[in-house]
């Protein structure tokens, strides 16, 4: 239920989970505020019905924001994303609807690369198997076991030369990696401080490292796909930050399975790409129990002051739609509604 009374005057401000106490003053200060409590998000009937009436809405990766949704909401002015990549939110449905769109754009780099090194070291070091022989009482001691693979010395292919791409790339430079990168349209063809630009064949044919930084988009679901990992290196490390449905989850688990792909490791899984349709309804169980892989669950941007700071930029969005003003993130240009 709406945590205050909806007034004649203040626009009413739906937000889909908990936020902090300091973004929650602010966005009282601009409106009344709907606030979802979780712990679990709200269905999309649950959302439907709380978004009548709503003049703006905060949300969060796990909203799907459509046509059909935004027929529910006929005052709304401006859908304000605290996420990066918005595939979960239609840009054109929105446009059409009279309805700001916008999202944070740079906030999720730093601590999503960040995480995407640290996924690289944990999958090729072991970490997961030499912590469970720590706790369970078995080690006693260094023995010659666990041998992995570290990264100086190796090829690492980063596929998504975006901003994230390019984080990635600046954190690998000091391990001493030859590193290739993919998607050159991406950096506007400004190939230095050591980045090889190269094709995604080429770069599989190479690499001991694949690390995905990629969006979901038509053209990059399934990307890697059983062709894709049968020609790669044999025994070559994957780590995906970018999105689950970048990866064909079931080719993978098969190429686990028959060693052709040495580890996996993941922060993003299909069953998250709330767009798709018929993305899968949880992660595969030949995927999660492998022995050879390492999984977060989508930890990518939570550090603390970072999750603050997005939800800080998000309300500046939605507090300048309210305004009248263009939001300084707005991924699109609506007309606007009387």
């Known amino acids: 239920m709406p945590t205050s009374t909806q007034s004649s005057t203040r626009p009413r401000i739906l937000v889909t989970w908990p936020v902090h106490a300091d973004v929650a003053a602010r966005l009282n200060a601009l409106g009344d505020v709907d606030l979802h409590p979780g712990p679990e998000p709200l269905s999309p009937t649950a959302l439907a019905q709380r978004i009548a009436g709503a003049d703006a809405l905060l949300g969060f990766m796990t909203d799907r924001v459509d046509?059909?949704?935004?027929?529910?909401?006929?005052?709304?002015?401006?859908v304000a994303g605290a996420l990066k990549g918005c595939d979960g939110y239609d840009i054109a449905a929105c446009t059409a609807a009279g309805v700001w769109l916008t999202i944070v754009p740079d906030l999720l780099t730093?601590?999503?690369?960040?995480?995407a090194v640290g996924l690289a070291i944990g999958l090729g070091r072991h970490l997961r198997d030499g912590d469970a022989q720590?706790?369970?009482?078995?080690?006693?001691?260094?023995?010659?076991?666990?041998?992995?693979?570290?990264?100086?010395?190796?090829?690492?292919?980063?596929?998504?030369?975006?901003?994230?791409?390019?984080?990635?790339?600046?954190?690998?430079?000091?391990?001493?990696?030859?590193?290739l990168g993919v998607d050159a349209a991406a950096i506007d063809g400004a190939w230095h401080d050591g980045i090889t630009p190269s094709t995604l064949e080429d770069a599989l044919d190479q690499a001991d490292w694949v690390l995905l930084a990629l969006p979901l988009s038509a053209d990059t679901r399934h990307l890697i796909d059983a062709p894709r990992l049968a020609r790669a290196r044999r025994g070559a490390l994957w780590v995906n930050v970018g999105r689950g449905s970048v990866v064909d989850e079931a080719a993978m688990a098969a190429a686990l399975a028959s060693g052709q792909v040495g580890g996996y490791a993941a922060d993003v899984f299909a069953f998250e790409d709330l767009a798709l349709d018929n993305r899968p309804a949880h992660i595969a169980p030949a995927l999660r129990t492998h022995p050879a892989t390492l999984f977060t669950p989508h930890l990518g941007s939570a550090v603390a002051e970072v999750r603050r700071a997005i939800e800080h930029r998000a309300v500046d969005n939605l507090a300048a739609a309210l305004a009248g003003a263009e939001p300084p993130d707005a991924v699109n240009r609506p007309s606007l509604r009387p």
């Open 110 to 115: 730093e601590p999503t690369a960040e995480l």
């Open 67 to 78: 046509a059909a949704l935004l027929r529910h909401a006929p005052r709304l002015r401006v």
């Open 134 to 179: 720590v706790r369970c009482g078995a080690f006693a001691g260094w023995r010659p076991t666990l041998y992995g693979h570290g990264l100086h010395g190796r090829t690492v292919a980063i596929v998504g030369m975006g901003r994230l791409g390019r984080a990635i790339a600046a954190r690998l430079r000091g391990f001493g990696c030859r590193l």
